[in-house]
């Protein structure tokens, strides 16, 4: 599939069956080809234990497949029936304060449970052996956004259970757990795996190494879940594709395990919903408002195309305003129709809406779709109908291997919550920064995780690896790719302990470096890093005190040590004593490119270039045009070489 293809998510069951037919009709002449139904509907299906009420479902799947739309059916367990609630409390999931989250919402189990994976189980068997042959059915989604309402950790019984018998597996005996995890210190020594309890409701903080396990052995439970789905669909329904949709934003269980068991990687796009909330400045905020930061789609659909070997959808487009976030504005006229193309352009294999129509009761009232409730097009319907007539001007054309490459290792993320050493340490933020600092100087990247294939790139990023594994390491080490390796880089083992060589560790001889100490800086230090060029660029937060045997490239000015080393150099990487933001990570980021011999290609802050094979495109996040950054004639299959606001342009780049 290398063509956009667009589908939407719909909710039959929540409208009258008259409607249900034209709406099939409406969807086809809208140029939909996909309809996604179905997360939330066990308890509809199944009302009382052992009862299933299939014909309304039969009805709909015949009636949209009949019309020529393809059917991706989900398993419906985001949302445990009621029933099954009363009979089993002890599923629901427990916050972090020890109370437990009850039901009248969607989410309300807990994974540790084993009683919910059985059934589970059992009701993805029972919608797959219905539906798993079924002609009008072409795909499968599992359950629906993992981790929303932050739900991957739970602190229930199941999970203290769950854990003990998961730490019991991993370490074999407790002396072997207490010397992993510094038990000696202020006296926390357990004498048998039944006394450990789960990481919350402490005086003060938690063992590192315990609460690092703990976030391993819940992100484990996501995939066994994930997986024992995978297993029914594969017997029940062969040939068809497997996906999730994962939620973009959220890093607390690792993407890169569970996405191994999937055909297709899904995730859902909510530019808008996720600005306010993000840590960009307040001048960024106010003026991406209505456009969502201009990095945010690219960014989640690399990610997540890097983590489908290639297959990446988007199930769920924001249409319009969301209901959910602090506060949710209206997108620019344009920006559905600019976020579809960006997917496309990154990768994505098919784009959904979410939802068809606009709901009239219940928890999302608020929250836009393809229509009103009233059934009248909104404007997210009209941009999906000049996506739908514009992908015909379009040959076909596949995303290749970018030459540059950033590794996004969740376990380090981890780690750095638990150990900050800094109050606002970015962690996560700090790989979207470099991620973004990439693309405005016109760089395609990929994602790769710790196990993947670096074969084939020129440079390779390391912007938040402070674990890194002598496994990795050495992969690191044999690859022909220069690497760009940012602060705290091999800082901690896969115990979250400090090396015995300190930091960075297993990257020590490639970086040619040791960290002597690290410090974390207030905004009023007002220090600078002095570059090659003689230019100085401010920075804040985190420092380190190194020694190299390596070129300097760029040193502090600071009142304490003075003109130490701030970005050490050898043949195979750059090492970054600090955190570059801002002026310095752009400073940093062109130097490295031109070292690894990669061109960049500056253009206007609001526009965005990449490349899908022989296609190019630009996209105009700015609410005034802009000029493409070349003089070259082009041939153009949409639009032209003044970029309109909101707007896109795609040619020939071959």
Known sequence: ??????????????????????????????????????????????????????????????????????????????????????????????????????????????????????????????????????????????????????????????????????????????????????????????????????????????????????????????????????????????????????????????????????????????????????????????????????????????????????RMWVLEQQPGPVDWAEKNPSPADGMVRLWTWAAYAHGAQAVMFFRWRQAKFAQEQYHTALLRSDGSVDQAGLELAQVASERAALPQATRTRAKVAMLLDYESLWAADILPHDDAFPNAQIVREWYAGLRALGVDLDFVGPEDDLDGYVLIALPQSMIVSPELAARLRDSPAKLLIGARAGSKTSDLHTPPNLAPGELADLAGVKVLRVESLPELAQETVRMPDGSEYGFTGWREVIETTGDIIGRFSSMYRDASPAIARTDKATYLAMLPRAGLLHAVLVETLSWAGLPTVESDADLRVTRRGDLAFAFNFGAAEKPLPTDKPLKYLIGGPIVPPYGVCVWFDS
């Open 1 to 310: 599939m290398s063509k956009l293809e667009l589908g939407v998510c719909y909710y039959p069951e929540q409208w009258d069956r008259s409607l249900w037919r034209e709406d099939a009709r409406r969807m086809v002449e809208m140029g939909l080809d996909w309809v996604r139904i179905a997360e939330f509907t066990w308890g509809l299906i199944e009302p009382e234990r052992g009862v299933f009420h299939w014909d309304w479902l039969d009805e709909i799947i015949d009636i949209l497949g009949e019309a020529g739309l393809r059917v991706m059916m989900s398993t419906p367990s985001a949302a445990p029936p009621k029933w099954l609630i009363d009979e089993h409390p002890e599923i629901l999931p427990v916050g972090p304060d020890g109370r437990v989250r009850g039901f009248g919402s969607r989410r309300h189990y807990c994974f540790s449970s084993e009683i919910y994976l059985a059934e589970a189980h059992r009701i993805a068997t029972e919608y797959a052996r219905r539906y798993g042959q079924n002609p009008y059915v072409h795909a499968w989604q599992i359950d629906n956004e993992y981790n929303d309402h932050d739900t991957v950790l739970s602190y229930s019984d199941a999970a203290r259970d769950g854990f003990r018998r998961w730490l019991a597996e991993r370490y074999e005996s407790i002396e072997t757990l207490n010397k992993t995890w510094g038990a000696v210190f202020w006296g926390s020594l357990y004498s048998s795996f039944d006394q450990i309890e789960l990481p919350n409701g402490l005086v003060a903080s938690p063992n590192p190494t315990h609460a690092l396990d703990f976030a391993r052995y819940s992100s484990d439970r996501v995939r066994l879940f994930n997986r024992a789905q995978v297993d029914v669909l594969r017997e029940f329904s062969p040939g068809r594709d497997i996906t999730h949709n994962f939620m973009a934003g959220s890093f607390e269980f690792d993407h890169h395990a569970v996405a191994a068991d999937l055909d297709i990687v899904g995730f859902d796009s909510y530019p808008l919903g996720n600005l306010l909330g993000s840590t960009l400045s307040e001048p960024e905020k106010h003026r991406y408002l209505r456009t969502g930061a201009p990095d945010y789609q690219g960014f989640h659909c690399d990610l997540y195309r890097s983590q489908g070997r290639g």
